[in-house]
């Protein structure tokens, strides 16, 4: 069975930093892309970023561009996203995601096929 466990959400003031990890297990995940998503009160989920396979090549929204930095370990099959500079408008709960295996749009949902529960991230002003 297939599981994403994200770590590492919280409480951070305007300016800081926050380091979200995302565990998978029950399969290997080093040839597939790998994504992160957040959703605030009221609005729909979004992309925030999205790590490819084996290479590593990455893309990011263009609001968090700069700011935050995804990664992989592939021998721990562990995503991750750095996350500096906050502002209060990055609270939302965080989701990270696995893509299938042939996509065309890394922005969109329905390109994932397992995603985890979530974690909340709250910046204050």
């Known amino acids: 069975q297939v599981q994403l466990q994200e770590s590492g959400g919280g409480l951070v003031q305007a300016g800081g930093s926050l380091r979200l990890s995302c565990a998978a297990s029950?399969?290997?995940?080093?040839?597939?892309?790998m994504g992160w998503f957040r959703q605030a009160p009221g609005k729909e989920r979004e992309f925030v970023a999205r790590?490819?396979?084996?290479?590593?090549?990455?893309y990011y929204a263009y609001s968090v561009k700069g700011r935050f930095t995804i990664s992989r370990d592939n021998a721990k099959n562990t995503v991750y996203l750095q996350m500096n500079s906050l502002k209060p408008e990055d609270t939302a709960v965080y989701y990270c995601a696995v893509a299938k295996p042939y996509y065309s749009d890394p922005t969109r949902m329905y390109e994932y096929n397992y995603w985890g529960q979530g974690t909340q991230v709250t910046v204050s002003s």
């Open positions: 029950g399969r290997t995940f080093s040839n597939y892309a």
């Open positions: 790590i490819s396979g084996n290479i590593g090549n990455t």
